[in-house]
């Protein structure tokens, strides 16, 4: 089990894929090096991560390859979340076992299900581990929305022990909901790609996790707000929220994510798993190219 505080900017990574199609370790080792040099604090496993569309087998051999590659510089976030509680409870324990320092489960996404079964589901899994759970609510892709009164209630039952990633719109009301509804005790991260960190941070987020293709914008906007120089987050935030809002699904995400980790030398390739719901067409990617420098700009001199 980890040690690494689960706080700051945790940058959600992708998996890359060789020509055949399997996943490329050496690259992986490349990404964590690059992500850890341009100011991650942890990084995670989750949903733009492509973990859908991996085997059981290859789930467990990346969150594996995930907490080796993070060890000793920063903390690793495990995305355990399965459609029946006995799978879900088997990533977790498989994920502790590798030494995650979380573990992070969305709800079933096939069926919808009452506030009391899903209370069940998270308990049991955080009933297996000793490391923290993440509840992600992750209906801004795939399911419905947590209430916040199920929210409450688990950190009710589990205090610290229990963080939360809410996506449900409105992200801000809701995260101040959630934090009135458990005194302000919820630890509680941004994850809407930094598209509302600093009306997040105002209201009381202790980390962000964005995906890792702007860590390098994240990592100094995360810092200007811890410092309070509010100036300069909104400088970066401007064009950032631009590049953000161009994504407006799970698969757009993955396909600029992918893109721009190929522009800036990080990938060899921007494969992903089929089948696919939205790529990239050609003013798009021109487009978040051109934001992608404007977001440059703004870090360097802001």
């Known amino acids: 089990m980890s040690d690494q505080p689960v706080a700051g900017v945790l940058a959600v990574f992708q998996t890359p894929f060789d020509q055949q199609g399997r996943i490329d370790r050496a690259v992986m080792e490349t990404q964590f090096d690059w992500l850890f040099a341009n100011g991650a604090d942890g990084v995670v496993f989750a949903m733009v991560s492509e973990v859908l569309r991996l085997s059981s087998e290859e789930r467990d051999e990346m969150t594996a390859l995930t907490c080796k590659l993070a060890a000793n510089r920063g903390a690793a976030v495990v995305s355990v979340g399965a459609e029946s509680t006995a799978v879900a409870i088997r990533y977790a324990r498989h994920a502790q076992d590798c030494g995650a320092s979380a573990v992070m489960a969305t709800p079933p996404g096939l069926h919808r299900v009452d506030d009391d079964e899903l209370v069940r589901y998270f308990m049991d899994i955080a009933g297996c581990v000793d490391v923290p759970l993440i509840v992600q609510d992750a209906s801004g892709y795939v399911g419905t929305p947590l209430s916040i009164a199920l929210q409450a209630k688990l950190h009710s039952e589990l205090g610290d022990r229990i963080m939360f990633k809410p996506e449900a719109p409105p992200i801000g009301p809701r995260l101040t909901q959630l934090l009135e509804r458990t005194g302000g ?112 700009s703004a870090v360097e001199h802001a």
Do not use: C
């Open 185 to 296: 005790r919820a630890r509680v991260f941004e994850g809407t790609g930094g598209l509302y960190l600093i009306d997040s941070f105002r209201r009381g987020v202790v980390g962000t996790m964005p995906a890792g293709d702007l860590v390098w914008a994240l990592a100094p906007l995360w810092q200007a707000l811890s410092r309070g120089d509010y100036a300069r987050a909104y400088r970066i935030a401007g064009p950032l929220a631009l590049m953000v809002s161009l994504q407006t699904s799970l698969d757009s995400f993955v396909a600029i994510e992918k893109h721009l980790l190929v522009k800036q030398g990080v990938f060899p390739s921007s494969a992903m798993r089929g089948p696919v719901g939205d790529g990239l067409d050609q003013q798009t990617r021109e487009e978040i190219e051109r934001l992608m420098e404007l977001l440059r």
